[in-house]
């Protein structure tokens, strides 16, 4: 099976512009979870969908979206980016069940200016 | 709240040597998972091993393992016969109960160094 593909690899954007970041999951998958890294915050937990349907949400403001598509692919929005944007961003599925584990992809890389 | 700690910021070891990653936990959720990750350079997450609280052996996946001792509130990942290519960060994470959701919560990391 192929993983978890996410699309693009590196982006870079300036302040006050937005992003629609994608992630397509494992084949048969039917959960993706999105976590923002940053050297300063770590790991952190941006939200989860299951059945296009967010079952989960982190502590990020509002400029921070996501949706699913019943295909199970999902994109996370970030809207008037920040410096503090600046982050790899990783998605990871699961079959859905909350004893999954979880699969992640390679992560986009984003660059706020 | 779930809090995982990861006490050494950067760990070296010697090529074929084992080595021995510190991860504490704290939840009080009855009912929860503990995960092991390496983070290579490159950026992607590979999930390593994964323990539950109710499961009465370490987990065990090929070089790894996971000593897990519950009443400490530990789950310390073991690597046997260190290999180059283990040179990496690694990362422990929790997911409890929390209503139906895979949240998954990470510690700091820890780099690991495996020298020739």
């Known amino acids: 099976k192929a993983g978890v593909t996410q699309t693009p690899r590196y982006l870079i954007k300036t302040r006050g512009q937005q992003v629609t970041l994608s992630c397509s999951p494992i084949s048969g998958h039917r959960s993706v979870s999105w976590y923002q890294q940053t050297p300063g915050q770590g790991l952190q937990f941006l939200f989860e969908y299951f059945s296009e349907t967010q079952r989960n949400k982190g502590n990020f403001p509002g400029r921070f979206s996501g949706r699913q598509f019943s295909n199970s692919r999902s994109e996370m929005n970030v809207s008037t980016l920040e410096l503090g944007d600046s982050a790899l961003y990783l998605c990871a599925s699961s079959e859905g069940w909350v004893t999954d584990t979880q699969y992640f992809g390679p992560g986009t890389r984003l660059t706020v200016l | 709240a779930q809090k995982i700690t990861q006490t050494q910021p950067g760990m070296f070891v010697q090529e074929k040597e084992a080595v021995t990653l510190d991860c504490t936990y704290d939840?009080?959720?009855?009912?929860?998972?503990l995960f092991w990750y390496k983070q290579p350079s490159s950026g992607e997450m590979i999930f390593l091993i994964y323990q539950g609280s109710y499961d009465q052996q370490n987990a065990t996946e090929g070089r790894y393992s996971l000593n897990f001792q519950k009443a400490r509130k530990s789950a310390n990942l073991v690597i046997s016969a260190s290999q180059l290519g283990d040179s990496a960060m690694y990362f422990c994470?929790?997911?409890?109960?929390?209503?139906?959701?895979?949240?998954?919560?990470f510690g700091k990391g820890t780099k690991l160094t495996v020298n020739p």
């Open positions: 994470a929790m997911r409890g109960a929390q209503g139906g959701s895979e949240k998954l919560v």
């Open positions: 939840t009080s959720d009855p009912s929860y998972g």
